[in-house]
């Protein structure tokens, strides 16, 4: 039995025995993140699904496809000893069996901005791979870590506008103690880039602190957080924005909840993360 087969078979058993399911996909390399993930889809349901799948899809031509760390047995230790009832990690063949999908689902004005931007066709393999998971596991709930700010915001506008049946919950930023927010790539930051990946957290707490002090000023904001980047040797910063986090749209006037966001390179790693004002 292939493994689609053999996870359409264990959840349809949940299903029939009114069980909830929780969903919780990533492309594997676990860390402390995403075993936070699948405790809080334990919360929610009675039976979790974690997904291991390196999408392909998501990778632009000069990106880290081949070179993405992979894990799976150790992968697997971590995620049963979270709790997880059942890890589904196919192979690329068995996901995308004709070769890649010529029918995909895309997020026009809303998948071109922040990462997308600079990633054009990243945020389409993301919402493909997630509604094919949706429709493997016919989730009720499914948990995404807020580190990835706009994927969080498309997979909600995916949810509403195309009718899934689930229920999407968000998840804090896990962080290092100095800061830096856990992320599979951290694997590639060496010592020397270690003190420029933590100014991204730093870069963010600026802002937040010239928010508690009463600024309001979008572009204020924003230049607080540029500044510490342009002091940190070795990062090269490539946005910075304040950004609605529900609709990704620029506000005329910071307020709590809208989420300062920002991608850069430290020591040639591209890492992203972003912080809601409060």
Same mark, same amino acid.
């Given at each position: 039995?292939?493994?689609?087969?053999?996870?359409?078979?264990?959840?349809?058993?949940?299903r029939a025995?009114?069980?909830?399911?929780?969903? &919780? %996909?990533?492309?594997?390399?676990?860390?402390?993140?995403?075993?936070s993930?699948?405790?809080?889809?334990?919360?929610?349901?009675?039976?979790?699904?974690?997904?291991?799948?390196?999408? %392909?899809?998501? !990778?632009?031509?000069?990106?880290?496809?081949?070179?993405?760390?992979?894990?799976?047995?150790?992968?697997? /230790?971590?995620?049963? =000893?979270? #709790?997880?009832?059942? *890890?589904?990690?196919?192979?690329? /063949?068995?996901?995308?069996?004709?070769? %890649?999908?010529?029918?995909?689902?895309?997020?026009?004005?809303?998948?071109?901005?922040?990462?997308?931007? !600079?990633? %054009?066709?990243? $945020?389409?393999?993301?919402?493909?791979?997630?509604?094919?998971? $949706?429709n493997?596991?016919?989730?009720?709930?499914?948990?995404f870590?807020?580190?990835?700010?706009?994927?969080?915001?498309?997979?909600?506008?995916?949810?509403?506008?195309?009718?899934?049946?689930?229920?999407?919950?968000? @998840?804090?930023?896990?962080?290092?103690?100095? #800061?830096? @927010?856990?992320?599979?790539?951290?694997a590639?930051? +060496?010592?020397?880039?270690? #003190?420029?990946a933590?100014?991204?957290?730093?870069?963010?707490?600026?802002?937040?602190?010239?928010?508690?002090?009463?600024?309001? +000023?979008?572009? @204020?904001?924003? =230049?607080?957080?540029?500044? *510490?980047?342009?002091?940190?040797?070795?990062v090269?910063?490539q946005? &910075?924005?304040?950004?609605?986090?529900?609709?990704?749209?620029?506000p005329?006037?910071a /307020?709590?909840?809208? @989420?300062?966001?920002l991608?850069?390179?430290?020591?040639?790693?591209?890492?992203?993360?972003?912080?809601?004002?409060?």
């Open positions: 039995m292939d493994r689609i087969a053999a996870l359409r078979q264990a959840v349809s058993g949940v025995d009114r069980r909830r399911i929780g969903l &919780v %996909p990533t492309m594997g390399a676990l860390h402390e993140g995403h075993l993930l699948c405790d809080i889809a334990r919360k929610h349901c009675d039976f979790v699904v974690l997904s291991i799948f390196v999408n %392909p899809l998501q !990778f632009g031509a000069d990106e880290d496809l081949d070179r993405y760390p992979r894990s799976l047995a150790a992968d697997s /230790e971590l995620a049963r =000893g979270r #709790g997880v009832d059942l *890890i589904f990690a196919p192979p690329t /063949e068995e996901i995308y069996p004709r070769g %890649p999908s010529l029918v995909r689902v895309s997020a026009p004005g809303l998948d071109d901005r922040l990462c997308g931007h !600079f990633r %054009p066709g990243h $945020f389409t393999g993301v919402l493909t791979i997630v509604a094919k998971l $949706f493997l596991v016919a989730p009720d709930v499914a948990v870590g807020r580190k990835d700010l706009q994927q969080v915001a498309l997979i909600r506008w995916m949810v509403h506008d195309l009718d899934f049946a689930v229920d999407i919950v968000a @998840a804090p930023v896990v962080r290092e103690p100095d #800061g830096l @927010a856990l992320s599979s790539r951290n590639y930051i +060496d010592t020397a880039a270690r #003190g420029a933590a100014s991204l957290s730093q870069a963010l707490r600026a802002a937040q602190q010239a928010f508690d002090a009463g600024e309001r +000023d979008p572009a @204020a904001l924003v =230049g607080a957080a540029h500044a *510490i980047l342009e002091r940190a040797p070795g090269e910063v946005y &910075v924005e304040l950004v609605d986090a529900d609709t990704l749209d620029t005329g006037r /307020e709590r909840g809208h @989420a300062l966001a991608a850069a390179f430290a020591g040639g790693t591209r890492l992203i993360d972003n912080h809601l004002l409060e």
